[in-house]
């Protein structure tokens, strides 16, 4: 009975389709910063505006202020999680559903325990690859299910410069 509520439930998460497989990851990644991490970056950030003011830059200063006040509220407020699927005739992260039409290729770089992560591209220029963390999933599961329905990219075999400048330097 109960493995029945769970399958109705994620029938429900999944969106179109019948989910493959189901997962959930945090909403932005969670990072964990030492003190010497956050006096680093106070000294850059009021350089950085001191700065933009002596050059008369003030959207500048706005934005490295704004960026530091994001960075600190991210910081105490925990992050939700939210639902991924691959399903039949898509996949599904949150409340936005991809169908599979949409989609270019989809690449797995899995370097544990740092890196686990989904590439999604997408068939339209503007719209932005997608990297969706696997957390505890099986790579191989999550390729077995997306192979029938999209191409694997096999010359991505590491993460974007992005996803390594965030984990390296905690952004």
């Known amino acids: 009975m109960e493995e029945e509520i769970q399958t109705e439930s994620q029938y429900r998460l999944a969106g179109p389709g019948r989910p493959l497989v189901v997962w959930e990851i945090d909403e932005y990644p969670r990072q964990t910063r030492s003190r010497r991490w956050y006096v680093v970056m106070a000294v ?3 350089s950085l505006i001191v700065y933009s003011i002596a050059t008369a830059n003030f959207l500048f200063a706005v934005i490295i202020l704004m960026a530091g006040i994001i ?3 991210s910081d105490f407020k925990h992050p939700d999680r939210i639902p ?18 949409s989609v ?11 890196v686990k992560l989904l590439y999604v591209t997408f068939r339209q220029l503007w719209q932005p690859m997608l990297a969706i963390p696997l957390e505890d ?11 029938p329905f999209c191409l694997e990219n096999l010359d991505r075999t590491s993460e974007t410069l992005t996803e390594v400048l965030r984990r390296v330097y905690k952004l």
Do not use: H, M, Q, W
Not at 95 to 101: A, G, K, L, P
Not at 104 to 114: G, H, T
């Open 44 to 46: 850059a950030g009021v």
């Open 71 to 73: 960075t600190l509220i």
């Open 84 to 101: 991924v699927a691959v399903t039949s005739t898509g996949l599904v992260v949150g409340e936005t559903y991809y169908d599979f039409r």
């Open 104 to 114: 270019r290729d989809f690449a797995l770089v899995y370097e544990p325990p740092e």
């Open 137 to 147: 999933v099986d790579p191989n599961v999550v390729r077995k299910e997306l192979l």
